[in-house]
T-cell receptor, first 115, second 112 residues
Framework: DAGVIQSPRHEVTEMGQEVTLRCKPI?????LFWYRQTMMRGLELLIY????????DSGMPEDRFSAKMPNASFSTLKIQPSEPRDSAVYFC???FGLGGKNIQYFGAGTRLSVL | QKEVEQNSGPLSVPEGAIASLNCTYS??????FFWYRQYSGKSPELIMS????GDKEDGRFTAQLNKASQYVSLLIRDSQPSDSATYLC????????????FGKGTTLSVSS
């Protein structure tokens, strides 16, 4: 398997623009996670899905952020409008099962810069 | 709020030495524990997992778990410059249907 695939790898945009990040999980995995990583706050869980259904979105910072998973092989994280403080690396991860011995595998990440 | 704490470092060790990385967690009922390695500009990759008290060895890496003290550690023997990275501790909470909680990571620097 190719692993978790994220696109784009880098995104530079101006404040106020809409940003859409994309993720393809590992085939067969039923959990998908979106994380944000910054030097100050470390790796933060934003939202996760089970079988395409959002389970916990308590980490989504504000209404400007939204995430969808229309099918088992695709998810998006959208920021509208974007702000400079959204600049971070966004990771998608997937796993088969949750907790216990179920391992999360990470994508390469999207480095977002909002000017 | 459930928390995972790590010393941010940097932890500096000479090549060939033992590097010791520590992690404490607040949820006493936690069941699974993981160490991820993250090179600069890359994504986290799993290097060790441990589920029961004691030591687990894999090559130069040893994970140690003490649930009574709510403490998990990672020892790296014969440290190499290629081990220089940030090490993230992740804990699986006891509550069903709850995702991993990650620490902020410890940066390790191995000098040759």
């Amino acid at each position: 398997d190719a692993g978790v695939i994220q696109s784009p790898r880098h995104e530079v945009t101006e404040m106020g623009q809409e940003v859409t990040l994309r993720c393809k999980p590992i085939s067969g995995h039923d959990y998908l996670f979106w994380y944000r990583q910054t030097m100050m706050r470390g790796l933060e869980l934003l939202i996760y899905f089970n079988n395409n259904v959002p389970i916990d979105d308590s980490g989504m910072p504000e209404d400007r952020f939204s995430a969808k998973m229309p099918n088992a092989s695709f998810s998006t994280l959208k920021i509208q409008p974007s702000e400079p403080r959204d600049s971070a690396v966004y990771f998608c991860a997937s796993s088969f099962g949750l907790g216990g011995k179920n391992i999360q595998y990470f994508g390469a990440g999207t480095r977002l810069s909002v000017l | 709020q459930k928390e995972v704490e790590q010393n941010s470092g940097p932890l500096s060790v000479p090549e060939g030495a033992i590097a010791s990385l520590n992690c404490t967690y607040s949820d006493r009922g936690s069941q699974s524990f993981f160490w991820y390695r993250q090179y600069s500009g890359k994504s986290p990759e799993l290097i060790m997992s441990i589920y029961s008290n004691g030591d687990k060895e894999d090559g130069r890496f040893t994970a140690q778990l003490n649930k009574a003290s709510q403490y998990v550690s990672l020892l790296i023997r014969d440290s190499q410059p290629s081990d220089s990275a940030t090490y993230l501790c992740a804990v699986g909470p006891n509550q069903a249907g709850t995702a991993l909680i990650f620490g902020k990571g410890t940066t390790l620097s191995v000098s040759s």
